[in-house]
């Protein structure tokens, strides 16, 4: 039996960040009712007139110069013919030849190493509009708030060999879409969502074979699941003697299986043709250079700095992972230096509050200069690890002087040698069996006694300096 293997290519689609649509000034906005952000141009209305967002062009090249791609002086819009029902004008308007960035490529690491995956275009084009199925009537209704809403289709060669390495490269690229602000990037809401096409040739074969292309994934685990699946359900048709059909299908995360949807078109089925109502698109030299200049370090550039100041790799992860995260923690560690603590009150505490009430770093009312005095108490042994975390509600809530809201609690530690001095006394004389155990070696009854001096100062000592005076006490 001849061994196979996967050949897959990946055309991503990102929702654009602009505050209005591809040809037309109504907002992009979700979750409003229905059919209240269109006008006559995004719904299709015969004679009206498109006129291009330069926001979108701009974001497009932004993505093309981070990704290593030509961005072109001159693209031109098609028109690429089909008929939907939530595609108003009964085409949509895409780019074909040449798109706006050409070339370029990502290099991914995983388990089976590092490689670099090419991209062959990015291209500008609107979306659709939304159908909206009620099963209870019957009816199917078309929203076409969506509908003109900027993207860019990202498509690579077919150079990804696994579901691991597809996850990889759509999780690094996203990382750097969003990083850069080209998108929000939410897949929850479909503003970043993912085609895979996958077929299977002899192992070692240089040619390419039948592929089925899945759509519309909007998850990186439904991508790894889906092409696993395609994986199987080709290798099965292989060793039965059967042919894999061209097609479009999508993924059932429900049954864990992909389904066929129809044939798969060619480029020739959307008879593409230049679209008459829209001028070239002009990249001139002078602006690219300016946009390149623009250009802000990249993630793995930032996560390379990070892991150089001291942070865990798990800590770099997600500040990265987290809008105005990385900017935030430069601020605070401007005024305390101690990227590692600051890294740890940020990532156990800050940002799963500012997940919980949906807001940025930078937005809290605990600012980076707060977070940097709440940081330098601990490392002052000003405060326990404890009466810092118990602070933070309050500091989250109001903002303020962390310094001056532990003195009002009264949770600052005693760090005075006298005072513990009198304490570990006290509990060297109320513990005599345990005492007498650890000056016979049993080194770990410390802990104990350690534990009943914080017991007894009401949390109050430092309890580095407890251990010190008192292993110095019981070695007299």
């Known amino acids: 039996m001849i061994e196979m293997e996967p050949v897959i290519g990946l055309e991503i689609h990102a929702q654009l960040k602009t505050a209005t649509k591809l040809f037309c000034s109504c907002p992009v906005a979700r979750g409003d009712e229905p059919n209240s952000h269109i006008c006559e141009i995004c719904s299709g209305q015969p004679g009206a007139l498109p006129r291009l967002n330069a926001r979108a062009v701009e974001l497009a090249a932004r993505a093309g110069l981070a990704l290593g791609a030509e961005v072109n002086e001159i693209s031109i819009f098609s028109r690429k013919n089909y008929f939907y029902p939530d595609l108003p004008n009964g085409f949509q308007t895409s780019q074909l030849d040449p798109p706006i960035c050409q070339g370029g490529g990502l290099a991914i690491e995983n388990q089976t190493g590092g490689k670099f995956i090419r991209l062959n275009r990015i291209h500008l084009e609107d979306d659709a509009g939304k159908c909206l199925h009620d099963e209870q009537r019957g009816q199917t209704l078309v929203d076409l708030n969506r509908a003109g809403t900027p993207l860019i289709e990202i498509v690579t060669?077919?150079?990804?060999?696994?579901?691991?390495?597809?996850?990889?490269?759509?999780?690094?690229?996203?990382?750097?879409?969003?990083?850069?602000?080209?998108?929000?990037?939410?897949?929850?809401?479909?503003?970043?969502?993912?085609?895979?096409?996958?077929?299977?040739?002899?192992?070692?074969?240089?040619?390419?074979?039948?592929?089925?292309?899945?759509?519309?994934?909007?998850?990186?685990?439904?991508?790894?699941?889906?092409?696993?699946?395609?994986?199987?359900?080709?290798?099965?048709?292989?060793?039965?003697?059967?042919?894999?059909?061209?097609?479009?299908?999508?993924?059932?995360?429900?049954?864990?299986?992909?389904?066929?949807?129809?044939?798969?078109?060619?480029?020739?089925?959307?008879?593409?043709?230049?679209?008459?109502?829209?001028?070239?698109?002009?990249?001139?030299?002078?602006?690219?250079?300016?946009?390149?200049?623009?250009?802000?370090p990249l993630p793995g550039q930032i996560r390379s700095r990070l892991l150089a100041q001291?942070?865990?790799?798990?800590?770099?992860?997600?500040?990265?992972?987290?809008?105005?995260?990385?900017?935030?923690?430069?601020?605070?560690?401007?005024?305390?230096?101690?990227?590692?603590?600051?890294?740890?009150?940020?990532?156990?505490?800050?940002?799963?509050?500012?997940?919980?009430?949906?807001?940025?770093?930078?937005?809290?009312?605990?600012?980076?200069?707060?977070?940097?005095?709440?940081?330098?108490?601990?490392?002052?042994?000003?405060?326990?690890?404890?009466?810092?975390?118990?602070?933070f509600p309050e500091l989250w809530e109001k903002g303020g002087d962390p310094a001056a809201l532990a003195r009002a609690r009264g949770v600052t530690q005693v760090s005075d040698a006298g005072a513990i001095a009198a304490l570990a006394a006290e509990i060297i004389a109320a513990h005599p069996a345990e005492v007498q155990n650890y000056r016979a070696g049993q080194t770990k009854i410390l802990s104990f006694l350690v534990g009943q001096l914080m017991r007894r100062s009401q949390g109050a000592a430092n309890p580095k300096l407890a251990g010190e005076v008192l292993t110095k006490m019981l070695n007299e």
Not at 237 to 248: A, K, N, S
Not at 330 to 348: C, H, K, N
Not at 354 to 367: G, K, V, Y
């Open 310 to 391: 001291g942070l865990t790799g798990e800590q770099a992860a997600v500040l990265l992972d987290r809008r105005q995260a990385v900017e935030y923690f430069d601020l605070a560690s401007q005024i305390f230096d101690q990227p590692g603590r600051l890294a740890a009150l940020m990532t156990e505490l800050l940002l799963p509050a500012c997940q919980r009430d949906n807001i940025s770093p930078l937005e809290a009312r605990l600012t980076p200069a707060t977070l940097a005095g709440l940081a330098r108490l601990m490392a002052d042994n000003t405060l326990s690890r404890r009466a810092a975390y118990d602070l």
């Open 157 to 296: 060669e077919p150079d990804l060999a696994s579901s691991a390495q597809a996850v990889e490269f759509i999780k690094k690229l996203h990382e750097i879409l969003v990083h850069l602000e080209v998108t929000e990037g939410r897949l929850e809401e479909g503003e970043f969502r993912c085609d895979v096409n996958i077929s299977l040739r002899p192992a070692g074969a240089a040619y390419l074979t039948t592929r089925a292309e899945i759509k519309n994934l909007n998850s990186f685990r439904h991508v790894g699941q889906a092409i696993e699946y395609e994986i199987e359900r080709q290798t099965g048709l292989y060793d039965q003697g059967q042919p894999v059909i061209q097609e479009t299908r999508l993924f059932d995360p429900a049954r864990q299986e992909t389904r066929s949807l129809r044939s798969k078109e060619e480029a020739h089925d959307y008879r593409y043709f230049t679209q008459p109502d829209l001028p070239p698109v002009v990249v001139t030299p002078a602006r690219l250079a300016a946009l390149r200049a623009a250009l802000p």
